[in-house]
């Protein structure tokens, strides 16, 4: 089992660090501008140049060109630069935050003085590594620092993502969080199983690090990229609400075109070539719909307002019913417009049309875009308005 482990974990590590660096290009804009998001964005910048000197190609080419103790070193240095991101991400949720980042700056420089000086202090090449058989080198010392910093900062970073992640109200925040928090207890537990491995010279826990720290990898990238899949799911979600309404929208504004702020375009080149963000062509395409709709209803026959005893089955749900109701109700209006009859006075009550509640407006909109869509909708005639209908 062991050994499986072992070559699960060397065969998935280029994966894991592609992963990380492609989270991290895709992060760096909102990760350095952003204060709140600067700290974990460090964390795993830092951690992927570490874990890509770690990697077989890299440490091959390093010992051919007798550089494989400087990779080593630097390899430790980033590593420490990671913990250090890791402390900084937990200082910015504090109150105390230039206090804290200048003792933060002295603890992290300090290490990095002693494992400077502890691994340049062998000689111009010295070994820099844990043996799976034999002392560490170049010292105890030089493992123990190195192991206690990582280990005090993934505590530290665990504890606090445990904290907040159970009282925020954001759910993205909410996921990165404990995903973060996941792949820091994981290099936790990395680091743990090298301090056994220091201290008390026990091997069993080796086979199992390389799996840990690549998933570790996975999470974290994971973690920062919330936002990222977040985004693309709103971007989706609005390029279908502008897509599924364009049919609609374009026969209304076609009766009513003053309520479109802008002269329709083919919903194709709404798509590839938007005028205006996504999200605001998804408010605009809803608002309008309901302008027009609110601008139509007095021409449409009151008749219409309620579906058929025989409505096909599907349409049982309060929102369908009403949704194919109101299709008939815009359809007719629409015809009536556009033949130049006058309004009438009556009154035809929808719920959901003119609601503040813009998620509840855009799911009954699309329902209603369904229904209008629809060959044959089957609604009671009106004889007095049939060639409305």
Same mark, same amino acid.
């Given at each position: 089992?062991?050994?499986?482990?072992?070559?699960?974990?060397?065969?998935?590590?280029?994966?894991?660090?592609?992963?990380?660096?492609?989270?991290? #290009?895709? $992060?760096?804009?909102? =990760?350095?501008? *952003? /204060?709140?998001?600067?700290?974990?964005?460090?964390?795993? !910048? +830092? @951690?992927?140049?570490?874990?890509?000197?770690?990697?077989?190609?890299?440490?091959?080419?390093?010992?051919?060109?007798?550089?494989?103790?400087?990779?080593? #070193?630097? $390899?430790?240095?980033? =590593?420490?630069? *990671? /913990?250090?991101?890791?402390?900084?991400?937990?200082?910015? !949720? +504090? @109150?105390?935050?230039?206090?804290?980042?200048?003792?933060?700056?002295?603890?992290?420089?300090?290490?990095?003085?002693?494992?400077?000086?502890?691994?340049?202090?062998?000689?111009?090449?010295?070994?820099?590594?844990?043996?799976?058989?034999?002392?560490?080198?170049?010292?105890?010392?030089?493992?123990?620092?190195?192991?206690?910093?990582?280990?005090?900062?993934?505590?530290?970073?665990?504890?606090?993502?445990?904290?907040?992640?159970?009282?925020?109200?954001?759910?993205?925040?909410?996921?990165?969080?404990?995903?973060?928090?996941?792949?820091?207890?994981?290099?936790?537990?990395?680091?743990?199983?090298?301090?056994?491995?220091?201290?008390?010279?026990?091997?069993?826990?080796?086979?199992?690090?390389?799996?840990?720290?690549?998933?570790?990898?996975?999470?974290?990238?994971?973690?920062?990229?919330?936002?990222?899949?977040?985004?693309?799911?709103?971007?989706?979600?609005?390029?279908?609400?502008?897509?599924?309404?364009?049919?609609?929208?374009?026969?209304?504004?076609?009766?009513?075109?003053?309520?479109?702020?802008?002269?329709?375009?083919?919903?194709?080149?709404?798509?590839?070539?938007?005028?205006?963000?996504?999200?605001?062509?998804?408010?605009?395409?809803?608002?309008?719909?309901?302008?027009?709709?609110?601008?139509?209803?007095?021409?449409?026959?009151?008749?219409?307002?309620?579906?058929?005893?025989?409505?096909?089955?599907?349409?049982?749900?309060?929102?369908?019913?009403?949704?194919?109701?109101?299709?008939?109700?815009?359809?007719?209006?629409?015809?009536?417009?556009?033949?130049?009859?006058?309004?009438?006075?009556?009154?035809?009550?929808?719920?959901?049309?003119?609601?503040?509640?813009?998620?509840?407006?855009?799911?009954?909109?699309?329902?209603?875009?369904?229904?209008?869509?629809?060959?044959?909708?089957?609604?009671?005639?009106?004889?007095?308005?049939?060639?409305?209908?």
């Amino acid at each position: 089992m062991t050994d499986g482990a072992l070559a699960l974990g060397v065969s998935f590590q280029l994966p894991s660090v592609l992963l990380l660096w492609v989270a991290v #290009l895709l $992060r760096s804009p909102s =990760g350095l501008r *952003s /204060a709140p998001q600067r700290g974990v964005w460090l964390a795993v !910048a +830092t @951690a992927a140049v570490a874990m890509t000197l770690d990697l077989p190609s890299v440490i091959d080419a390093a010992t051919r060109h007798s550089g494989a103790h400087l990779v080593a #070193l630097a $390899r430790n240095i980033f =590593g420490v630069l *990671s /913990a250090g991101a890791v402390l900084y991400f937990v200082v910015q !949720a +504090t @109150a105390n935050v230039h206090r804290l980042k200048t003792v933060l700056a002295l603890a992290v420089g300090s290490v990095l003085a002693v494992l400077l000086s502890l691994g340049l202090a062998g000689g111009p090449h010295p070994r820099i590594g844990i043996p799976d058989t034999g002392p560490p080198a170049p010292s105890l010392f030089y493992w123990l620092v190195l192991i206690g910093m990582h280990l005090g900062a993934n505590t530290i970073c665990v504890l606090m993502c445990l904290r907040y992640s159970t009282t925020s109200e954001s759910r993205s925040l909410t996921m990165s969080l404990r995903l973060f928090g996941l792949g820091t207890a994981l290099v936790g537990v990395y680091w743990l199983g090298y301090l056994v491995r220091v201290t008390t010279g026990g091997r069993w826990p080796l086979p199992w690090l390389p799996l840990l720290m690549d998933l570790h990898g996975v999470l974290r990238a994971m973690a920062i990229l919330v936002p990222t899949y977040a985004m693309l799911r709103r971007g989706v979600s609005d390029i279908a609400t502008a897509w599924l309404l364009w049919p609609m929208w374009n026969d209304l504004v076609t009766a009513v075109p003053h309520v479109a702020l802008v002269k329709p375009r083919h919903r194709v080149w709404d798509v590839l070539y938007p005028q205006v963000p996504y999200h605001v062509l998804a408010y605009r395409r809803i608002i309008e719909t309901r302008d027009a709709i609110l601008a139509l209803i007095d021409h449409g026959s009151p008749s219409h307002a309620y579906p058929s005893p025989g409505s096909p089955p599907g349409y049982e749900a309060a929102a369908d019913l009403e949704a194919t109701a109101l299709a008939g109700v815009v359809k007719s209006a629409r015809t009536a417009k556009l033949q130049g009859a006058p309004p009438q006075q009556h009154t035809v009550c929808f719920s959901s049309v003119g609601s503040t509640d813009l998620a509840g407006e855009r799911a009954f909109l699309l329902r209603l875009a369904k229904a209008y869509r629809s060959d044959s909708p089957r609604l009671d005639a009106d004889p007095a308005h049939s060639g409305e209908s």
